[in-house]
């Protein structure tokens, strides 16, 4: 038994990695992705549109083999880890866009207005006041959607990276007379114990946020 645990939590450090990178990627691209989303130039917007509507109709295995076994700069391809970083950020960045755009509908339009009146330009207006609160109104999609990647991760084994669903199929492998299907019971279990720590997190500052409000 603990060989098959031990075998599995290799394959951690790989699965937060691609997790937290993808993530990023996904929170910093999918905020000027909403900003287009949100044009007032119509063309621009349906642009966006199209392309967001892209990135989510594609299942993500399917960009992964794309990006790993399609895209090749001159003499140079995406080894694994690269391609599944990528791909994953890219389909985040799409889910987030989203989000972020819910959380920006939820707010009052007299906001705006009031900023105006007040004098407010657009940008301390957008940063100070309209920003702030989308972020607090999107938190819980957010976590859900982190918690998600999280699962999707495992994914990225199927182009060779040696996350923990890759070290629990090599230790199944390897052992087949002895492990059956216990390396992939080990592995949900520890999907299970990253999770809901964040969840509980995210919990606890969604409600800081609204006591603060």
Same mark, same amino acid.
């Given at each position: 038994?603990?060989?098959?645990?031990?075998?599995?939590?290799?394959?951690?450090?790989?699965?937060?990695?691609?997790?937290?990178?993808?993530?990023?990627?996904?929170?910093?691209?999918?905020?000027?992705?909403?900003?287009?989303?949100?044009?007032?130039?119509?063309?621009?917007?349906?642009?966006?549109? =199209?392309?967001?509507?892209?990135?989510?109709?594609?299942?993500?295995?399917?960009?992964?083999?794309?990006?790993? =076994?399609?895209?090749?700069?001159?003499?140079?391809?995406?080894?694994?880890?690269?391609?599944?970083?990528?791909?994953?950020?890219?389909?985040?960045?799409?889910?987030?866009?989203?989000?972020?755009?819910?959380?920006?509908?939820?707010?009052?339009?007299?906001?705006?207005?009031?900023?105006?009146?007040?004098?407010?330009?657009?940008?301390?207006?957008?940063?100070?006041?309209?920003?702030?609160?989308?972020?607090?109104?999107?938190?819980?999609?957010?976590?859900?959607?982190?918690?998600?990647?999280?699962?999707?991760?495992?994914? $990225?084994?199927?182009?060779?990276? $040696?996350?923990?669903? =890759?070290?629990?199929?090599?230790?199944?492998?390897?052992?087949?007379?002895?492990?059956?299907?216990?390396? =992939?019971?080990?592995? $949900? $279990?520890?999907?299970?114990?990253?999770?809901?720590?964040?969840?509980?997190?995210?919990?606890?500052?969604?409600?800081?946020?609204?006591?603060?409000?």
């Amino acid at each position: 038994m603990s060989d098959v645990i031990l075998a599995v939590l290799l394959g951690l450090p790989m699965t937060l990695l691609v997790t937290v990178l993808a993530f990023a990627i996904g929170a910093v691209l999918g905020f000027p992705i909403m900003l287009g989303l949100r044009a007032r130039w119509r063309p621009l917007r349906l642009l966006i549109r =199209f392309i967001v509507d892209l990135i989510r109709g594609i299942p993500p295995i399917v960009w992964l083999f794309l990006i790993y =076994f399609g895209v090749q700069i001159g003499a140079v391809r995406f080894d694994s880890l690269s391609a599944a970083v990528l791909g994953l950020g890219i389909i985040a960045s799409a889910y987030l866009a989203e989000i972020y755009r819910g959380g920006f509908a939820t707010l009052p339009r007299g906001q705006s207005e009031a900023a105006a009146a007040l004098g407010l330009d657009s940008r301390t207006t957008f940063g100070r006041i309209l920003a702030p609160q989308a972020l607090r109104t999107s938190l819980p999609s957010i976590t859900t959607y982190l918690l998600s990647l999280l699962k999707d991760s495992s994914i $990225a084994s199927t182009i060779g990276v $040696a996350d923990m669903v =890759f070290a629990a199929n090599m230790f199944a492998r390897q052992n087949p007379a002895s492990a059956g299907i216990l390396p =992939f019971f080990v592995a $949900a $279990a520890v999907y299970l114990i990253v999770s809901v720590p964040v969840a509980i997190l995210a919990r606890r500052i969604d409600s800081r946020l609204r006591k603060a409000q």
